[in-house]
């Protein structure tokens, strides 16, 4: 063995040592010997300095070209002579067979052939490189001086040339033209195929062919562009792995269901990576995969999103691992995830819409027919009253439906799609989309009933924490709800309801609901319902102000009546709610007469409220108070045979608290019609139904003896007081029929919604106001654009209306056209 190159030093010889005259052919000749000693291997008598110097004299004695010339020729004949034979000797039949066609030959055949070709390939250019560089050695003086003097390649670069042109570019045979460079790729392709095919092969010996190709070059100037691999072999793996990933992405769709596609598809892309990192090149990685990207994802996608086992049937089956590979082979080809994101989009919005038409139907459904009345009257009250209490559980029905609906599909873009804030927003807008359908108008009621639900006393099967969640839940439902100044609306009419009746938890958990409304929609949302909450404050300070008035007024009255107050601010508290004067008719309900005792009393509050707050005036709304009621019953025997008076407290209505005190003054055995109780009162017939109905119908609470008896109220009906009542608790609450919260009838919701158009109106015009105000001079479709933008958090105004509320402020001379602009435009006018 010869020491490597560039291992040891070697010292030119002096000038004149052999003398001035040098025989170049004889010189050649012993060079020519040793360079084919070399290539045959046997080279270890051979003195490498001697050989060096013979070099160095010829190129010291003007004869470099020669000698170049001589070592170019000699490396060709010998590549194209005893390499090129070797080599052709490789090429079986079995080789060349499968080079033109598979038939007649087995797989592993093939491969055997391959291998034995790759083999002695990768033999003769390694003997290549070792031979040539030990040549390098000897003519190092001719690289460095002639070589580079004359700018020509070095004498190995010539070689790795020369092997590609020889030995490369050769025919393949006598009877085949095609170059040996061609059957190379077509042998590597045949092994990744095999490979592909589950065989297993020899990874490095291609590695080392592969290195060969990479190595040399297609032109003489070595371009970096032009390397054999790239040139010749890269663009057929490609081309040829096209073909086939286009062929197995057919058949893998009629094979296999979505998810197997899926898992194969990654597979694939994964062993490619792999085979260019162990077997090619990895700068082919990124090629490959976009190629099998594009065959089995891009142009597939739409039928594998599609298919009956794609997205539709994983999200219906909770299969998050499959939608999870879809997700993440949708990304590879589309930051977008265009496809995947449209079937989400589209299944959420007909699960919604199936929740919708589901509550429908619930709240269309007939109620059960209820059985006659006495007298054969029929009960259409209460079975308008059933119908109203289906509608209400349907009503709450869908808030869970649609919460379970968005829990599903949050557990999916957590799990599956890796929180992706774009397909995020998707869903968002697909919840907003069914949510907000013009079929389906009633959502902003429905979500302020189901939170209605949750606030009140005594829900039952649920724990504290559980109804947290379900009211944080409600919370976010809001975001999806386009009109949210019609939620409102809804929200303070329940709220009312539940403060005023004292139904609620607690006013801190109110309180809180408000908060987290206030993060979720911003202050303006919740002023008004803040504000209702520093009333019930107020009030409370009031009431226990008038009863230390009453206090210091003298000696205690042990029959005076204890009174507490809620003053309700009338822009704060929806008046059609709770009976107060509307907008447009303050005097709507009659006034009630109440017993002096009571009248008294409140004759006196008004006296300490006035003092206290001058030039405001108090109506007050009998039907939303309550009263504790004493009541003393005729004595009865007892077991012991003693006779005892029985005596309750009563929980009722301020109006039941009237009607029981006119009994007071009444003998015994006497009666009170209707229509008499109606004249002495001026109570409203349909709550003086409702109260004597829960004084005198109600099994439980029945105060009152009514004749005949019914459940009907009529005009005609007498009312005794109930001298034999019994019950077995000293307190009593006397509930009044359906005085909770419930669905509106069409009869309210028009309303509910002509007050809520009637509202719009006002702040359309007052958000036109304040952008004419700031900007002084604007276009017709700007104003429009931008009061549609300001008014988007609170709720979407149609362009009729905001057209109709800037000719109204035109009229009542706040905005004025600008005459003669090539486009419509407003000017504001101080």
Request: include cysteine; charge should be neutral.
């Amino acid at each position: 063995m010869i020491a490597g190159r560039g291992r040891q030093r070697i010292r030119p010889p002096r000038r004149g040592l052999h003398g001035d005259e040098i025989d170049f052919e004889s010189t050649w000749d012993i060079i020519q010997a040793a360079f084919r000693e070399i290539h045959t291997k046997n080279a270890s008598r051979l003195s490498y300095e001697e050989l060096y110097r013979h070099a160095y004299r010829i190129v010291l004695k003007k004869k470099g070209e020669d000698l170049y010339k001589k070592v170019k020729e000699f490396e060709k004949q010998w590549l194209s002579g005893e390499v090129r034979s070797s080599i052709q000797l490789l090429l079986s039949p079995n080789l060349l067979a499968d080079a033109q066609s598979v038939g007649g030959t087995t797989a592993n055949e093939r491969r055997v052939a391959g291998e034995k070709f790759l083999k002695g390939l990768k033999q003769a250019w390694g003997d290549h490189q070792v031979c040539m560089s030990m040549l390098a050695d000897v003519l190092m003086y001719m690289d460095r001086v002639y070589c580079q003097d004359h700018r020509v390649p070095s004498i190995y670069t010539t070689a790795m040339v020369l092997f590609r042109d020889e030995i490369l570019h050769s025919r393949t045979s006598a009877k085949d033209s095609r170059p040996l460079l061609d059957l190379l790729s077509h042998v590597i392709l045949e092994q990744i195929q095999m490979e592909r095919d589950g065989d297993v092969i020899d990874k490095h010996l291609i590695k080392s062919c592969v290195h060969m190709l990479d190595g040399l070059h297609a032109d003489d100037l070595e371009s970096e562009n032009q390397r054999l691999y790239n040139v010749s072999f890269e663009q057929d793996y490609l081309n040829t792995s096209r073909v086939f990933y286009r062929g197995e992405a057919e058949s893998m769709l009629r094979e296999s269901d979505a998810g197997e596609y899926c898992r194969r598809a990654r597979k694939r892309i994964h062993e490619e990576e792999d085979r260019c990192r162990a077997t090619l090149l990895e700068s082919t990685t990124p090629k490959i995969q976009k190629v099998v990207e594009e065959e089995l994802i891009q142009n597939r996608i739409k039928e594998l999103v599609e298919m009956e086992s794609g997205v539709r049937f994983m999200i219906d089956n909770d299969r998050l691992d499959e939608l999870n590979l879809i997700y993440d082979l949708n990304a590879r080809v589309d930051t977008k995830k265009s496809e995947v994101t449209r079937a989400i989009q589209k299944r959420i919005v007909e699960l919604g819409t199936e929740v919708n038409n589901d509550a429908i139907a619930a709240s269309q459904a007939a109620p059960p027919p209820a059985p006659a009345a006495d007298g054969g009257d029929k009960p259409k009250g209460q079975a308008q009253e059933k119908s109203l209490n289906l509608q209400t559980a349907a009503a709450i029905k869908w808030v869970e439906d649609v919460l379970v609906l968005k829990d599903k599909f949050d557990k999916v873009w957590r799990d599956s799609f890796q929180s992706d804030n774009l397909l995020q927003t998707a869903m968002t807008r697909s919840f907003a989309d069914f949510i907000n359908s013009a079929t389906f108008p009633r959502s902003s009621e429905y979500i302020s009933l189901f939170i209605d639900e949750n606030m009140k006393k005594g829900i039952k099967g649920k724990t504290e924490t559980e109804i947290d969640i379900m009211l944080e839940k409600a919370i976010i439902l809001l975001r999806y709800v386009q009109d949210k100044d019609l939620f409102e609306r809804y929200y303070k009419k329940h709220l009312c309801r539940r403060l005023l009746m004292n139904k609620s938890i607690s006013n801190e958990v109110e309180k809180q609901m408000i908060s987290k409304m206030k993060m979720e929609l911003g202050n303006n949302f919740t002023m008004k319902l803040e504000a209702m909450f520093k009333d019930m404050t107020v009030s409370e300070e009031l009431t226990s102000g008038f009863k230390k008035h009453v206090e210091g007024l003298g000696d205690r009255d042990p029959h005076r009546i204890e009174l507490a107050i809620n003053v309700l601010t009338s822009m704060t508290w929806p008046m059609d709610t709770i009976g107060g004067p509307g907008d447009n008719d303050e005097d709507r309900r009659p006034k009630c007469n109440f017993p002096p005792a009571v009248e008294k009393i409140k004759r006196g509050f008004e006296k300490y409220y006035s003092e206290k707050h001058s030039g405001r005036q108090l109506t007050w709304l009998p039907n939303m108070g309550t009263a504790d009621v004493k009541a003393v019953f005729p004595r009865v025997l007892q077991k012991d045979g003693s006779f005892k008076e029985r005596r309750h407290e009563l929980n009722v209505s301020t109006y039941a608290m009237v009607i029981l005190l006119l009994f007071n003054e009444l003998p015994a055995g006497q009666h009170i019609t209707f229509e008499e109780i109606q004249a002495q009162t001026n109570i409203p017939h349909s709550d003086l139904v409702r109260n004597l109905q829960s004084l005198a119908v109600a099994p439980k609470t029945r105060i009152l003896v009514k004749e005949p008896m019914s459940k009907e109220i009529r005009p005609t009906d007498m009312f005794f007081f109930n001298e034999g009542f019994r019950a077995g608790f000293i307190r009593i609450k006397v509930g009044v029929v359906s005085s909770g919260n419930k669905v509106e009838s069409d009869r309210e919701r028009r309303e509910t919604e002509k007050k809520n158009d009637d509202s719009r109106s006002h702040v359309v015009e007052a958000a036109i106001v304040r952008i004419m105000k700031q900007r002084k001079e604007l276009g017709h479709q700007h104003l429009v654009s931008e009061t549609i933008s300001q008014l988007n958090g609170k709720f979407k105004p149609e362009v009729s209306l905001i057209k109709k509320r800037i000719e109204k402020l035109i009229e009542r001379e706040y905005l004025e056209r600008v005459e003669g602009g090539e486009i419509s435009s407003y000017r504001y006018l101080a």
